[in-house]
């Protein structure tokens, strides 16, 4: 492909079931061999062609020469084939994620292999070369990184700028249709659900000089490649019509954590660019509440948690809330506790009563695939670094739930 980097990956032209569908123009799994002091392979191929990988591979290098296997991102079109080339590479060491060091140990049993971890923004020579790397989590899976080689400005973002189409042209000029379509349908099916963290995997990249995005999945893009990365950042972009739903948080806090998380949630959700409304219901009146609660299509009720109940008179709000009609309203609860989170309990019992739809974890997990958050949002204490980054996180899942 260019100096000494090389395209060693398998072209699949089966229509294949992917994620629900049929991929009608076959896909690629990319794999690349950078071919320096330090031989490296950025990511493998499908687990089913495997073998077949492995003695590809033997045609381009002694396989035990491989010092470093590069994997963004573990899932099977990707990872699949990682076993059989470290059953061969015995003294490759295996740079990833620490979330993805958990996922492959729990995949393939790798306890026993060397790992180099990686941070975001750090760097490894490999003799010739140097590799950076960029922590993109939920592109597409909470464990996914991104790879770029410095010197010859190329950038290996794994399932990020892909295609699904069997082509064996390799490069996007020598395409003999034009592409966008694809790009965009595959954007919209596989990214589009992350578009928040598709604006971060784009701030962390603009600074960058890419000449080449070398991604997994069909056409390697060497030609109008800003075009692309331009439209993965209009795509992900946050569309007016967001500004149209709204949400609403209520809490009543002891010490002020509780009245933390709602902040925080309420920011989360502001980067979405949904209308957050944050009101502490202690200086507040029902009428106010009432057309706020109105207006809102999420609604979060959140109480600290004394003596195993809620606290101060958000109980007497909620009662009244009750009674209004919630039809077609998201709703859930959240707080902060020192020893036990009854409160967040009982305020799902009242909501349990209304005829609006409250929120559990399985409405999160099926809308952004992230099982790291749970609804109602329990929270012991508040801590200004975890704390917050889970607050506004579960803000950030509801408002891509909002937006589906
Ligand atoms: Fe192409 Fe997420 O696998």
């Known amino acids: 492909m260019k100096n000494n980097i090389f395209w060693v990956g398998k072209v699949d032209d089966r229509k294949i079931p992917f994620h629900r569908l049929t991929l009608e123009k076959g896909t690629t799994y990319n794999s690349y ?13 499908d687990i089913m062609y495997s073998r077949e990988f492995v003695e590809n591979l033997k045609e381009h290098i002694n396989i035990e020469d491989i010092k470093y296997v590069v994997i963004n991102h573990v899932e099977p079109d990707h990872a699949g084939a990682l076993p059989a080339l470290l059953n061969k590479a015995k003294n490759a060491t295996i740079v990833t994620t620490e979330k993805a060091r958990e996922l492959l ?19 490894l020579d490999i003799g010739g070369k140097t590799l950076k790397f960029f922590e993109t989590p939920y592109l597409h899976t909470e464990e996914t990184m991104i790879t770029y080689a410095i010197e010859d400005k190329v950038l290996f973002p794994c399932d990020i700028f892909s295609t699904h189409i069997a082509t064996t042209d390799l490069f996007n000029d020598l395409a003999k249709e034009d592409i966008d379509e694809d790009f965009k349908v595959y954007y919209s099916l596989i990214m589009s659900p992350h578009r928040n963290y598709v604006q971060d995997m784009i701030g962390k990249i603009k600074n960058l000089d890419i000449e ?69 219901v202690k200086s507040s009146s029902f009428e106010e509440i009432k057309s706020q609660v109105e207006e809102a299509n999420l609604v979060l009720l959140g109480s600290s948690t004394r003596y195993g109940d809620m606290i101060g008179n958000i109980e007497e709000i909620l009662k009244k809330i009750t009674k209004l009609d919630l039809s077609n309203k998201y709703l859930t609860s959240f707080g902060s506790y020192g020893w036990s989170g009854e409160a967040i309990e009982i305020i799902n019992d009242y909501l349990k009563t209304t005829n609006g739809k409250l929120l559990d974890t399985s409405y999160i997990i099926k809308a952004t695939g992230d099982n790291s958050i749970k609804l109602p949002l329990r929270m012991s204490f508040y801590d200004d670094k975890e704390g917050k980054e889970l607050s506004i996180k579960t803000g950030r899942a509801l408002g891509e739930l909002l937006l589906k």
């Open 33 to 45: 061999l950078l071919k320096t002091e330090k031989p490296t392979i950025i990511d493998t191929v």
């Open 212 to 280: 080449m995005i070398a991604p997994s999945h069909g056409f390697v893009l060497r030609e109008n490649v800003q075009k692309y990365i331009d439209l993965y950042d209009r795509m992900s972009s946050i569309p007016n019509k967001n500004l149209e739903k709204k949400a609403l948080i209520l809490y009543s806090s002891m010490t002020g954590n509780t009245g933390k998380i709602g902040e925080d949630i309420g920011e989360g959700l502001r980067n979405l660019g949904i209308d957050s409304k944050v009101i502490n």
């Open 105 to 123: 140990n729990g995949m393939f049993k790798l306890h026993n292999r060397e790992y180099l971890i990686i941070k975001d923004g750090d760097t």
